[in-house]
């Protein structure tokens, strides 16, 4: 018996370690883990006695402190010779605190001191105090017995003593006589009851309580000495409180609480308040608690309708819908409506539209949409049963003609806390904007609407505020993260924010109800939902990426308006008042700002951070001159209670207020070319007024732009080992600037350059460098750039902040290429930037590869586009032996010596590609060139890339992939007799047929036609084709009809001879409503683009599930069965090297070099191809291990090797892995994989401080440090 005791105990410990090993292990890989604590708070110390009978466990517990503060100040000074008042502190350890009972038997001292002279300090034990939230309270107090500055603080041990944390330090004034002693005065004011039911008049209210706290006078045991409070009420436009006295009732913590109620005699709305006195009532605090609203009823205001609500979800000009709420005792409702014509025959001529009826809590809502309303007309209306009617109220459709017209926006009414639903100022301030703007046709309010989304009592409180406009304007509402909060750290979708506001259903069809469009007069309003993280954070199904989602719903709804003016709703800011907000603010930028851009919307109204702020005009995340160049983003401040502290004005703000004392509005008016924006507080102050003229393109006030201030720039890349001429060379460097590269994020308004030149050329080539990551408080900037001759190169960055006015440029670096010419590749940085020569230019817009459109004669004369020179080529029509049509045409060598010559004479010529544009509606397309012509042009222009565009498709030729003498060889001809054909063919027939069944069969569907193109030397009447180009990755494009779901697109190479379809690395660009597929592979085939999404029934709730599905729908990765991925199963050398050929996009080879790898095994080919490429290598025995698992080194290892087969250099300081204390048991043979890894944010550590080379790795992490590495060398979006 005692064995088996001891087996299972030990077995739990072995289950307990393994689980805890498991977590650190798994989390740091997540892309949204951080820091993995692996400390546990409380550490066991066990002594086992092994007795007769079984094995007792006596522990001791030895506590972890968290946390501990909150030292309590004592601002009032102190009498000599008696204690001071009591002196709190709080703790929290980690689900220990704050518990009913206490649970740490901790040691608490508070020590005190005179603070002139030396002493130390004297320590008398604290006693516990209750607990307050997460955290225990500890108290203690001394008797000073000299005149002067004191010092005290308190410690605690969670050891018995033998160590100490501080909660801190404070002083306290000690007099000698009570003159001396300073007035007291009000520390806080809390909690006043809030009043939620639907009571009646004539009964008097529930008990109304009020908390005061004064310091060393409430915070002794019992009632505070001469303190007197009364509770005041008053109904709706009184002027004058009536007060009465309130009963002391008990003391919360350091606070004293009081009670009183009052009995409201007339219907309508009630204020309430408490004010106290510290002289028993000799005279009153000016300080209120307070004041609070509740609505109270008579016999027969209780029977009627509430909740009254106002909405489109339809057409404004023929469309009303109106909600209302009843007791659960009505269960059906109706809508009696008429034109407003002569008071007093409503409802005489009125029609009845009867309700859709369903419950809402305890609540029955009934919604209505009335249809075919005459423009322009105001109607009036009531709701109800037919016996118990509401008021009545008139509503306004929109005028048919557009007309000018006023509206609000209005920013986070919440209450304070979820606890409190007090939304009394919320209430004054929509019903004082209406009242000054009574012209309003309808209002906006921004997300945050409540507190808590899941509280009746918040709802009723916020629909009975709006009470007087809301029932008589359409309120059109965004999502807020407090729409998404069920309690604290629990989560729901917005459920009773959807229910309660009937808006139009035309967003994403998992979004509806919180992502619309509609129009009003000559302006077209959208509203976006910012919950990403309310969306997925304690939620038992999280909603994955719903900006993305957004996203492409959002460019198509902007591209398919006409309206004048565009305006965007949003609830979280993209542009912030408080720091914290960078971390939400980022993946929204990301999300939408570049199609803002693209469609030019005016301005972007945002809530959030309760300030009031307006923006510079912004394009692409820097500030340009004026509204017509880009968008205003503005924040609406708060018309409820909370307000925030640690807000500051930034560097984008041309307005800010952080307004603490009062609420606000916004009433922004529409006339035409003109659009006028307000800020008021809700006294009437006007706080910024902005005025936008389309027309003239100008805003006013035009206020000068911000430059920023380039603080320092520096950790260029080095490169200390020799490239090859043809490496694409990636180039990093970082730029500080306060607080702008801090934030989450690309800085605002900073521009970066990478400039590289030869040794001995006169000036460097500029091109734009683009943000690549956060580093600490810098942003890192990279750019790219192919050295295409041997020698010195040398390269530098620069950055500006102020739209390339002046620069900041690091210190220059260079690197020596070496190799032929043969081995070069396009010389120039990214594609996508711009390009100037020059040490102090400003960017100069980037030469294009489209052709001009049209066709000419034959052949047209070569045009340069910037660099590009553009033929346009005339076809003619033959026939293939089997019947098929071809568009071909034939290059001269004049024709192409003639392009070279603009070639040479273009700016700059550091990219040099020569555009073909054959002309042709035939399925196939093709040019023939002379191979001396392509030899001449390559010894002059030894980068150059022709090419083809033929239909909707394009192929990027190298000409350095050409070995013109080896091919000549292959032909046995002469190398002045081969012609070279580049040949585009629409795929049909029997491969078509092929793909069409592989592809249903394999669960996708085919999104654009498929393609075969070819490289073919002919000579002789012979021919060859060129399907491998070794290393080189060669570029051709798709363009799909359609804008395509990249997370569910992917190109696909179609091998009919095995009938099998692997991945091909792509990107996805859009281009107005279609999109670019750009395919990179070293060889010819046929190529097509899907789509595909693919589950697993494992990864549900799983950290992976999002980056393995997409991995898996690109077909990348697969899943060991067709529904089970097994995510924490290790990965094997053999799956890992076959996931790396086909992320790269290699073809399987039937070479197999290591001993225990058999031809037949199911990884030969995908291993074979791995190491043909350099990506893995065997043991000194000769074998692979390919059942092993790999560590998180070897992974490292495998990936900077496959990131040299993609073309990524990337140059790395094997410094940076000093952070890891594990560092040194790093591989030296990994060391700067591994750094690399690291560097670019493929790989994490399992901690801030540790990386756990060792480590076996699983398949869901080597699936995601899949997926980030094709997205750093630019293979997959």
Not at 174 to 197: K, Y
Not at 920 to 934: A, Y
């Amino acid at each position: 018996m005692k064995t088996r005791k001891k087996k299972i105990c030990l077995l739990v410990l072995t289950f307990a370690l393994m689980m805890q090993a498991m977590w650190a292990a798994i989390l740091p890989i997540a892309a949204t883990a951080d820091t993995v604590n692996t400390d546990p708070t409380v550490a066991l110390h066990t002594e086992t006695k092994i007795g007769d009978d079984s094995i007792e466990s006596i522990t001791d517990a030895v506590y972890t402190i968290g946390w501990t503060g909150n030292l309590s100040k004592v601002t009032s000074t102190q009498l000599i010779n008696v204690p001071t008042r009591s002196i709190y502190a709080e703790i929290w350890i980690d689900n220990v605190t704050g518990k009913t009972d206490q649970i740490a038997k901790l040691k608490v001292q508070l020590g005190y001191k005179l603070a002139e002279g030396e002493h130390d300090f004297v320590w008398s034990d604290a006693v516990y105090a209750g607990a307050t939230g997460n955290n225990d309270r500890y108290k203690a107090n001394f008797t000073p017995d000299q005149v002067g500055i004191w010092k005290y603080t308190m410690r605690v041990s969670g050891d018995g003593g033998n160590t100490w944390v501080s909660s801190g330090e404070n002083t306290l004034i000690v007099v000698g006589s009570e003159d001396e002693l300073t007035p007291l005065t009000i520390n806080s004011l809390e909690n006043l009851t809030d009043l939620n039911d639907r009571l009646m008049i004539g009964n008097p209210t529930p008990d109304i309580l009020g908390e005061i706290y004064v310091e060393g006078i409430t915070d002794e045991p019992g009632q505070g000495k001469n303190i007197k409070a009364q509770l005041g009420y008053k109904i709706e436009n009184d002027t004058d409180y009536v007060w009465v006295d309130a009963e002391y009732l008990d003391e919360v913590g350091s606070k004293d609480r009081y009670k009183a109620n009052f009995t409201p005699d007339r219907a309508g709305k009630w204020y309430y308040a408490m004010r106290f006195s510290l002289n028993n009532g000799a005279t009153w605090e000016n300080r209120l608690l307070g004041y609070k609203v509740n609505k109270f009823y008579d016999d027969i205001t209780i029977t009627k309708p509430y909740d009254v609500t106002l909405t489109w979800s339809q057409d404004p000009k023929t469309t009303q819908t109106i909600t209302w709420k009843t007791t659960n005792d009505i269960s059906g409702g109706v809508v009696q409506f008429a034109k407003q014509l002569e008071e007093g025959t409503f409802p005489g001529e009125s029609r009845s539209i009867a309700a859709d009826t369903k419950p809402f809590h305890a609540d029955m809502m009934h919604t209505v949409t009335l249809t075919e309303l005459e423009p322009g007309t105001t109607y009036v209306y009531r709701v109800g049963n037919g016996t118990q009617w509401s008021d009545i109220f008139t509503f306004t459709t929109e005028s048919e003609a557009t007309a000018p017209f006023s509206f609000f926006v209005f920013g986070d009414s919440q209450s304070g806390r979820q606890e409190e639903s007090d939304y009394a100022k919320w209430g004054e301030t929509v019903n004082t904007a209406y009242q000054t703007h009574p012209d309003a046709k309808f209002f906006m309010n921004l997300g945050d609407l409540v507190e808590l989304d899941s509280s009746y009592d918040h709802w009723h409180k916020w629909f009975e505020g709006a009470e007087g406009v809301i029932e008589r304007i359409p309120q059109m509402s965004a999502t807020g993260n407090h729409e998404y909060y069920a309690g604290y750290n629990a989560n729901q979708l917005a459920d009773n924010y959807i229910a309660q506001f009937n808006l139009p259903q035309n967003g994403p069809d998992r979004l509806k109800g919180t992502v619309y469009s509609f129009d009003y007069g000559d302006v077209h309003f959208v509203v976006l939902n910012s919950q990403q993280a309310e969306a997925n954070v304690n939620l038992p199904n999280p909603m994955g990426d719903i900006l993305l989602e957004q996203k492409e719903w959002l460019e198509n709804d902007l591209k398919n308006t006409e309206k004048k003016w565009k305006v965007v709703l949003y609830h979280k800011a993209s542009y912030y008042s408080r720091a914290s907000r960078d971390k939400d603010a980022e993946p929204i930028k990301q999300a939408f700002q570049s199609v803002f851009d693209k469609y030019k919307v005016d301005v972007v109204f945002s809530a959030h951070d309760h300030t009031v702020t307006r923006s510079y005009p912004i394009n692409n995340n820097n500030f340009v001159n004026s509204p017509a160049e880009g968008t205003v983003y503005y924040l609406v401040g708060r018309t409820g209670n909370k307000n925030y502290s640690d807000p500051i004005r930034q560097i984008w703000n041309a307005y800010y207020l952080n307004d603490t004392e009062d609420t606000n509005y916004v009433h922004i008016n529409v006339d035409g070319d003109q659009l006028t924006i307000s800020m008021q507080e809700k006294n009437g102050k006007l706080l910024d007024q902005y005025s936008i003229d389309k027309a003239k393109g100008t805003g006013t006030p035009a206020e000068e732009l911000p430059k920023i201030q380039i603080d320092k720039v520096d950790k260029l890349s080095a490169f200390e080992e020799k490239k090859n001429v043809g490496d694409t060379v990636s180039v990093f460097a970082e730029v500080n600037a306060a607080n702008v590269t801090n934030y989450v994020g690309r800085g605002v308004h900073i521009l970066a350059q990478l400039g590289y030149k030869k040794e001995g050329q006169a000036s460097y080539t500029w091109v734009d460098a683009s943000y690549s990551k956060d580093s600490g408080k810098n942003d890192m900037y990279g750019a790219s750039f192919v050295p295409n001759s041997a020698g010195v190169w040398n390269y530098a960055m620069r950055f500006s902040g102020d739209a390339g006015a002046t620069w900041t440029m690091t210190d220059p670096k260079s690197l020596t290429a070496a190799g032929d010419s043969s081995q070069g590749g396009n010389t120039g940085g990214n594609n996508s930037g711009n390009t100037n020569s020059g040490n102090n230019s400003g960017s100069t817009s980037s030469g294009s590869k489209s052709s001009s459109a049209g066709s000419t004669t034959n052949p047209s004369t070569p045009t340069a586009n910037d660099k590009n020179p553009v033929l346009t080529l005339e076809s003619t029509v033959e026939k293939t032996a089997d019947g098929k049509s071809v568009a071909t045409a034939a290059l001269e060598g004049a024709v192409l010596t003639q392009a070279l010559g603009k070639i040479q004479t273009s700016s700059g010529a550091a990219n040099p590609r020569l555009v073909i544009e054959l002309t042709g509606k035939e399925p196939i397309g093709k040019i023939e060139l002379p191979s001396d012509s392509l030899s001449a042009l390559l010894a002059e222009t030894q980068s150059l890339v022709l090419s083809m565009v033929y239909g909707n498709t394009t192929y990027d030729l190298p000409l350095q992939t050409l070995n013109i003498p080896a091919l000549a060889k292959a032909l046995e001809a002469d190398s002045r007799d081969v012609k070279i054909s580049i040949v585009i063919e629409q795929v049909s027939g029997a491969h078509q047929a092929a793909l069409e069944a592989k592809v249903e069969q394999s669960g996708m569907r085919l999104v654009a036609s498929a393609y075969d193109f070819q490289v073919i030397a002919s000579a002789g009447g012979k021919q060859f084709k060129v399907n491998d180009f070794g290393k080189r990755y060669i570029s051709r494009t798709i363009e799909l009809d359609r804008l395509a779901d990249t997370g569910k697109t992917t190109a696909i190479l179609f091998d009919p001879t095995a009938n099998r379809i692997t991945f091909v690395p792509a990107l996805f660009a859009k281009k107005d409503a279609k999109t670019i597929a750009t395919l990179k592979r070293s060889g010819n085939s046929i190529y097509a683009i899907v789509e595909n999404s693919k589950t697993f029934s494992d990864l549900t709730n799983h950290w992976s599930r999002a980056d393995v599905e997409l991995m898996a729908s690109k077909l990348v990765i697969q899943g060991v069965t067709d529904t089970d991925f097994k995510p924490q199963s290790q990965i094997t050398r053999a799956e890992f090297a076959a996931m790396l050929t086909r992320a790269l996009g290699l073809s399987e080879t039937d070479e197999v070099q290591f001993t225990d790898v058999k031809s037949t095994d199911w990884f030969a080919g995908a291993v074979g191809a791995a190491s043909k490429a350099g990506m893995v290598e065997g043991f000194e025995n000769g074998a692979f291990q390919p059942n092993a698992g790999i560590t998180r080194e070897q992974m490292a290892v495998m990936i900077s090797r496959a990131m040299n087969v993609a073309g990524q250099s990337v140059a790395v300081d094997q410094a940076d892995l000093a952070r890891f204390k594990d560092s040194g048991a790093i591989s030296g043979w990994a060391k700067e994989a591994v750094a690399q890894s690291i560097n670019t944010s493929i790989l994490n550590g399992m901690t801030d401080n540790s990386f756990v080379p060792q480590a076996q790795a699983t398949r869901a992490e080597a699936a995601v440090v899949l997926k980030r590495m094709l997205q750093y060398v630019q293979f997959m979006n």
